[in-house]
């Protein structure tokens, strides 16, 4: 299985949230054979969409920049890993860039599924392309702030049916916190397995990941630079 994780914090190889895709990754390739790679997408020049629309008659943007190189690498992966930090309730521009240039990726028929929601049909070359997201961050317990984006991301890839939001993310760059995140990382490394074997996370896996790693309070005095005990 060839796996593409687009990360998109800025902050590139340092992302906290990167330490998870890659568990996830891992995982994946502990069930498949097939290798895994990292674009960080703010490491790129990409320009805005210019809403023109001639990618939906011709599967090719008329810009010239670094996502053409990215639309390659995503038409060549099996699965792509949506990795980023939660920005403003949102994703940052970095990736929200990259997701507004894949409109190449679909043609110019609009349908509608059976939700009752309108997209517009896969392309042959990308009917079998697949997406995961993996979100972190840095509030505690934030369930309810991943809301819309869980939303947008669900709605903007038909086939991004995995979605992993994990809150206190900021725990992964924390050399003391590895008893904690370690375990958190295995736990994303075997939904990753599961993803390679099953084309889906169990519940169970799904319900462990929603606990946050410490309990909100200690947490958040931690985030406040404050002493967990006073
Ligand atoms: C501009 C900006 C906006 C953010 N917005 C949110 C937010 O809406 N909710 C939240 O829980 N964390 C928010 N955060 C915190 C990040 O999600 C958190 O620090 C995360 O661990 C960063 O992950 P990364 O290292 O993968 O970039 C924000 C951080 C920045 C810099």
Request: aromatic content about 6%.
């Amino acid at each position: 299985m060839k796996v593409l994780i687009l990360n998109g914090s800025p902050k590139c190889e340092k992302s906290d949230t990167l330490h998870m895709s890659k568990a996830f990754a891992e995982g994946i390739r502990s069930v498949t054979s097939g290798d895994v790679r990292v674009i960080h997408t703010a490491e790129k020049r990409i320009s805005y969409c210019n809403g023109c629309f001639i990618c939906k008659k011709t599967g090719a943007c008329v810009i010239d920049d670094d996502m053409t190189k990215i639309l390659d690498a995503i038409r060549e992966s099996d699965v792509v890993i949506l990795s980023f930090p939660l920005y403003c309730h949102s994703m940052p521009a970095a990736l929200k860039v990259v997701v507004e240039r894949t409109m190449p990726l679909t043609a110019e028929r609009i349908e509608k599924n059976g939700e009752g929601d309108y997209h517009h049909k896969e392309r042959e070359e990308t009917k079998d392309l697949r997406f995961v997201s993996i979100c972190g961050s840095g509030y505690p317990h934030s369930r309810a702030d991943f809301e819309l984006i869980e939303k947008t991301v669900r709605r903007t890839f038909r086939g991004c049916d995995t979605v992993i939001n994990v809150e206190e993310s900021p725990l992964f760059n924390i050399k003391d916190a590895e008893p904690l995140t370690d375990t958190r990382l295995e736990l994303l490394e075997k939904a990753g397995a599961e993803y390679a074997e099953a084309g889906t996370v169990s519940d169970d896996t799904y319900k462990q990941l929603a606990i946050p790693m410490i309990p909100e309070e200690i947490y958040m005095k931690f985030a406040n630079g404050e002493k967990p005990g006073r």
